[in-house]
């Protein structure tokens, strides 16, 4: 079964920066393309940056030049560096495999999208 967990996030002034980390425990991630998205309040779940086995990386637009997504697949960890973080950058932030999330069965049923906690980060002054 697999389990995401999201670290890192806080509140921080426009400008600052941020270091998110997410552990990947239940699989082994140096075949999957890992993302970062994030969900603002009131608004759906977006992708903000994704890497390849190969550590090919692709960003928003939005992030472009502002955040890093890294991976360490022998820690099985994915991480994000965010700088120049603007109040637009509110919202809770999570990893998962992409394009398809993992799935879960967990309770029974038909398996589902599976997501982590997710870690908030709320840039205010």
């Known amino acids: 079964q697999v389990q995401l967990v999201e670290s890192g996030g806080g509140l921080v002034q426009p400008g600052e920066s941020l270091n998110l980390s997410c552990t990947v425990s239940?699989?082994?991630?140096?075949?999957?393309?890992m993302g970062w998205y994030r969900q603002a309040p009131g608004r759906q779940r977006e992708l903000v940056a994704a890497?390849?086995?190969?550590?090919?990386?692709d960003y928003a637009d939005s992030v472009k030049s502002r955040f890093t997504i890294s991976r360490d697949n022998v820690k099985s960890t994915v991480s994000l560096q965010m700088s120049s973080l603007k109040p637009e950058d509110t919202a809770v932030y999570y990893c998962n495999r992409h394009p398809s999330p993992f799935q879960t069965s967990s309770g029974g049923g038909r398996p589902r999208d599976y997501w982590g906690p997710g870690t908030q980060v709320t840039v205010s002054s």
């Open positions: 239940g699989t082994i991630i140096n075949i999957y393309r």
């Open positions: 890497i390849s086995g190969g550590r090919t990386a």
